[in-house]
Nanobody, 127 residues
Framework: QVQLVESGGGWVQAGGSLRLSCAAS????????MAWFRQAPGKEREFVAV????????YYADSVKGRFTISRDNAKNTVYLQMSSLKPEDTAVYYC????????????????????WGQGTQVTVSS
């Protein structure tokens, strides 16, 4: 029912920045916690960041803390991931995901906790 579409991926040199966007198909997005995950070739899907339904709480993986910022604009049914000081190890396909439990306050960091996923967008960082 809920569709998520990522955009904004691309190629950048180390130290550069990108902003990823994830647009949801329904206004019910407003009540869902939203997260970003990434997956590099040969590796498991990895948690990156999550934001509560209200936007009042966020949590980041240690590997991106201080460099990435997650935010949301519920009026536009969109969540963002601003990435700065990018490193080659950030290279991966980035996915957005939604936890469909309405008004949930616990911020999950496991892929199995999320119910809806986007198609992914490639981010490549060169040295």
């Amino acid at each position: 029912q809920v569709q998520l579409v990522e955009s904004g991926g691309g190629w950048v040199q180390a130290g550069g920045s990108l902003r990823l966007s994830c647009a949801a198909s329904e206004r019910t997005f407003t009540n869902y916690a939203m997260a970003w995950f990434r997956q590099a070739p040969g590796k498991e899907r990895e948690f990156v960041a999550v934001i509560s339904w209200s936007g009042g709480n966020t949590y980041y993986a240690d590997s991106v803390k201080g460099r990435f910022t997650i935010s949301r604009d519920n009026a536009k049914n969109t969540v963002y991931l601003q990435m700065s000081s990018l490193k080659p190890e950030d290279t991966a396909v980035y996915y957005c995901a939604a936890d469909n439990t309405p008004l949930k306050y616990v911020l999950a960091t496991t892929p199995g906790d999320y119910d809806y996923w986007g198609q992914g967008t490639q981010v490549t960082v060169s040295s």
